[in-house]
């Protein structure tokens, strides 16, 4: 399968504390993002990342890519409660079409 | 002022039938996409079109087809549905066809009985 990975699948925090999800993919990419999803709604685009980038800003938001590792990960800091949500990555090898390989996803739960 | 709709947002149809879900775009973007998510939450992109022309047609069976009158809107028709079509579909869009975030609907949460 194409599908990349993301640990831990599940993850619960304090209000206030730091949350990190990792993603690992298997071939080469020309780009990874971020998306967010709340319960039953749809994918919000939260950051994107070249291959060509180890490490992007925006907000609280944290994005590392280590192309040899094949992997990336996301922190948010300072997590709030309405930070609950299932979060994914998506590469994007590149090319004539914008086709997106999503992973399995992280459910973080911020209790108040 | 909604970017990417989706219509209905809730779908119970029977074995057998045939059912078609909407979306549309005001976003005035070039290229559409039609992913399903299923019970796992694991989300695989099914089609796209750019202007119009499907430029991704991934291992989707037959009884699945897309439509676009125009690029605004990206229909999906499901023939003889089946247990197994029972999912959230998003419909999304996106600026250009190379490289980009893509811009999501709430979704068409499917149900087959």
């Known amino acids: 399968s194409q599908q990349g990975e993301e640990d831990p699948q599940a993850l619960s925090i304090q209000e206030g504390e730091n949350a990190t999800m990792n993603c690992s993919y298997k071939t080469s990419i020309n780009n990874l993002q971020w998306y967010r999803q709340n319960s039953g709604r749809g994918l919000v685009h939260l950051i994107l990342?070249?291959?060509?980038?180890r490490e992007k800003h925006s907000g609280r938001l944290r994005v590392t890519l280590d192309t040899s590792k094949k992997s990336s990960s996301l922190l948010i800091t300072a997590s709030r409660a309405a930070d609950t949500a299932s979060y994914f990555c998506?590469?994007?090898?590149?090319?004539?079409?914008?086709?997106?390989?999503f992973g399995t996803g992280t459910l973080l739960a911020v209790q108040p | 002022d909604t970017a990417v709709s989706q219509t209905p947002k809730y779908l119970v149809t029977q074995m057998g039938n045939d059912k078609s879900i909407k979306c549309e775009q005001n976003?005035?973007?070039?290229?559409m996409y039609w992913y399903k998510q299923d019970s796992k939450k694991f989300l695989k992109i099914m089609f796209s079109?750019?202007?119009?022309?499907?430029?991704i047609n991934e291992t989707v069976p037959n009884r699945f087809s897309p439509k676009s009158p125009d690029k605004a809107h990206l229909n999906l028709h499901i023939n003889s549905l089946e247990l197994g079509d029972s999912a959230v579909y998003f419909c999304?869009?996106?600026?250009?066809?190379?490289?980009?975030?893509?811009?999501f609907g709430p979704g068409t949460r499917l149900t087959v009985t």
């Open positions: 079109y750019n202007n119009k022309e499907l430029i």
């Open positions: 998506a590469t994007d090898k590149g090319g004539a079409t914008n086709k997106l390989i």
């Open positions: 999304a869009s996106s600026p250009r066809t190379q490289s980009g975030e893509q811009y």
């Open positions: 990342i070249r291959s060509n980038e």
């Open positions: 976003l005035g973007h070039d290229t």
